[in-house]
């Protein structure tokens, strides 16, 4: 039964974090038009590889840390975890701020807002719920502030505020104040935070880097699309950011699966059994994949319709690439964070990101500015393929060595 309270709570989470861009959707495409909508796509995009950086990589090798680890270790971790990630956090979204600037054709600020506010999604404390398998904490400390930040921004958009609303209120202002809140609810002391001193942060920074390298590899081609899609085919943005959009809140939602498995493979008393557990979470997760690559692809062109206003309907063979790709994700999630965390193998996952970037990025670039959106989700799936098959041997690889 705790198992599936678990369940639930996990899947009500990102489907609150879903729910809520939707809210606002409609009320940007209809207000702003075209033109808000492509600024708001690019904010995201550039925020959403910063937001890859900021994290540090704890969503990968954090959640099993904490699964095994006694209460008052886990307060430590958590302090010396957003120390860490609120150190690189503001020249980051700077950083992702003036590049959205320079790549929106209008509503720049706007953009620029978007971009910085994304990027603090970084600082959440999700993964830390994950690994203690408190989904309800994580619920009160985060989907719900976030979900209230949307809706009183939607509110104060059709009320004629300027769309800047958007980024500064939907985003940055939850983004800062739901892991402050997490921290309290946590019993998160000051003192946790006094015993960290500038060295062992530097320390700490240098060895999250394995685990962060693959993720910021991997932001070229996950969060970046937009952007690079910009450059070649401005004239494909719209459709191919509302496809980008619809698929990755969709898989924001499906990633509950594995992040229940996370703790409970990182919570087996062996190494057999952990990795006996991320098989059997391969499996899993690769049939769910398809079940909901399927569904994605029959209702994402009537979706998107609704969603943005007619200013970017998804056509049936963009909305099938998605649902293909869907499947890849849902599969690679369970390979890299499950079974090559438990196989020790990370280095793994960091070439499979690269693997998936050297093939991602020049696909992404040649195929959308022949074939519009339907080629740049074709080369997001071609990367995305890219990085399965790397895991895939790795995993095999390690299971190998073990016999």
């Given at each position: 039964m705790s198992r599936v309270k678990s369940l639930v709570g996990f899947l009500l989470?990102?489907?609150?974090?879903?729910?809520?861009?939707?809210?606002?959707?409609?009320?940007?495409?209809?207000r702003f038009g075209d033109p808000g909508?492509?600024?708001?796509?690019i904010g995201t995009s550039i925020g959403s590889a910063a937001a890859v950086l900021v994290e540090l990589g704890w969503g990968l090798n954090g959640?099993?840390?904490?699964?095994?680890?006694?209460?008052r270790n886990r307060r430590q971790t958590l302090a010396l975890s957003s120390s860490t990630k609120a150190l690189v956090y503001a020249p980051l979204a700077v950083a992702a701020g003036s590049i959205a600037f320079l790549l929106a054709d209008s509503f720049r600020v706007e953009g620029a807002l978007v971009a910085a506010g994304t990027a603090g999604a970084g600082l959440s404390l999700s993964w830390f719920f994950v690994g203690t398998?408190?989904?309800?904490?994580?619920?009160?400390?985060?989907?719900?502030p976030r979900v209230i930040a949307v809706v009183v921004a939607s509110l104060l958009m059709l009320s004629g505020l300027g769309l800047w609303v958007y980024g500064a209120v939907a985003l940055i202002l939850?983004?800062?104040?739901?892991?402050?809140?997490?921290l309290q609810r946590t019993g998160v002391r000051f003192a946790d935070f006094q015993r960290l001193s500038v060295g062992r942060l530097a320390r700490t920074v240098r060895s999250q880097l394995a685990a962060l390298s693959g993720r910021a590899l991997s932001a070229v081609y996950i969060a970046l699309p937009v952007a690079l899609v910009s450059i070649v085919a401005p004239g494909a943005v719209s459709v191919f950011a509302a496809a980008e959009r619809l698929q990755r809140m969709y898989l924001t939602v499906l990633i509950a699966v594995p992040n229940l498995?996370?703790?409970?493979?990182?919570?087996?008393?062996?190494?057999?059994?952990?990795?006996?557990?991320?098989?059997?979470?391969?499996?899993?997760?690769?049939?769910?994949?398809?079940?909901?690559?399927?569904?994605?692809?029959a209702i994402a062109p009537f979706a998107s319709s609704l969603i943005f206003?007619?200013?970017?309907?998804?056509?049936?063979?963009?909305?099938?690439?998605?649902?293909?790709?869907?499947?890849?994700?849902?599969?690679?999630?369970?390979?890299?964070?499950?079974a090559l965390v438990a196989l020790r193998r990370i280095d793994v996952i960091a070439y499979s990101a690269l693997a998936g970037t050297i093939v991602g990025v020049p696909s992404i670039l040649g195929f959308s500015s022949l074939l519009g959106p339907a080629g740049a989700v074709l080369g997001e799936l071609l990367a995305e393929a890219t990085v399965l098959?790397?895991?895939l041997s790795g995993v095999a690889r390690g299971h190998r060595r073990r016999s």
């Open positions: 989470v990102p489907m609150l974090s879903a729910v809520s861009p939707l809210l606002a959707l409609p009320v940007i495409t209809s909508w492509q600024s708001v796509a959640p099993q840390r904490v699964a095994r680890a006694s209460l398998r408190e989904p309800g904490r994580l619920v009160v400390t985060d989907a719900i939850p983004g800062v104040a739901a892991p402050l809140l997490g498995m996370q703790s409970w493979v990182g919570g087996a008393s062996t190494a057999d059994e952990r990795l006996a557990r991320a098989r059997r979470g391969i499996l899993l997760n690769a049939g769910f994949g398809l079940v909901a690559g399927g569904i994605f692809t206003s007619g200013v970017a309907t998804i056509p049936w063979q963009v909305a099938a690439l998605c649902g293909a790709m869907i499947f890849v994700v849902c599969t690679s999630r369970a390979t890299g964070n499950l098959a790397v895991q």
